[in-house]
């Protein structure tokens, strides 16, 4: 625990991103708890907060880490493609620019 603990700033990416077990559930509460108005939690999501009982596996755990982490926080919430997917539509479009002469999808 103290691993987790101990830096100024921790970031937790793609929470959500597969269930977790109830142990590791806990144990991200754990940590939350012992960072809890000491130090910084980055934490990145696919999924909105009303689905974290189900990420997590039980929504009482969800709403004690959830209460921890909005207490003094700062919510972001970011929408559109992603980086990934727009990159990915960009090399399409070029594509169907160069070999077809329009912007057509692809059959």
Do not use: C
């Amino acid at each position: 625990m103290r691993f987790y603990a101990g830096p100024t700033l921790l970031a937790i990416d793609e929470l959500g991103y597969l269930a977790l077990p109830a142990e590791a559930a806990a144990a991200i509460l754990q940590v939350a708890s012992q960072r809890y108005l000491k130090t910084s939690i980055v934490l990145t999501s696919n999924r909105g907060v009303g689905s974290w009982g189900e990420i997590l596996g039980d929504t009482t755990v969800a709403a004690a880490m959830l209460d921890r982490l909005f207490h003094r926080s700062v919510v972001l919430n970011l929408d559109g493609d992603s980086y990934r997917l727009r990159a990915h539509h960009a090399a399409n479009d070029t594509l169907r620019r160069t070999t077809t002469g329009t912007r057509q999808p692809l059959t």
